[in-house]
């Protein structure tokens, strides 16, 4: 399971395995960023969210990729430190 490796996961575009990699992300409780209007799974999570009602805690959504990352990377570092006591 490479998404449980990872610190953060971003989604662009997708299909089935995508939306299976996002729920194993959204398990783990990572920061999840989604790439938004290019299509495929990434357009459905947004409507996913509201009907399953989980909340939307640690996910970011943007259709600038820069502005995205940057969302992202800040995320992940809080966790990390939060992790790391600092």
Do not use: W, Y
Request: with cysteine; proline share 2%; aromatic share 6%.
């Amino acid at each position: 399971m490479f998404i449980r490796s990872t610190d953060a996961v971003i989604f662009i575009c997708g299909r089935i395995g995508t939306l299976n990699e996002f729920t194993i992300a959204f398990e783990d409780k990572k920061p999840i960023g989604i790439l938004t209007e290019t299509g495929g799974v990434s357009n459905e999570i947004d409507h996913l969210l509201n009907v399953s009602k989980r909340g939307r805690a640690k996910i970011a959504f943007d259709n600038n990729p820069e502005k995205l990352a940057e969302k992202i990377i800040q995320m992940a570092r809080q966790d990390i430190n939060a992790t790391n006591g600092d």
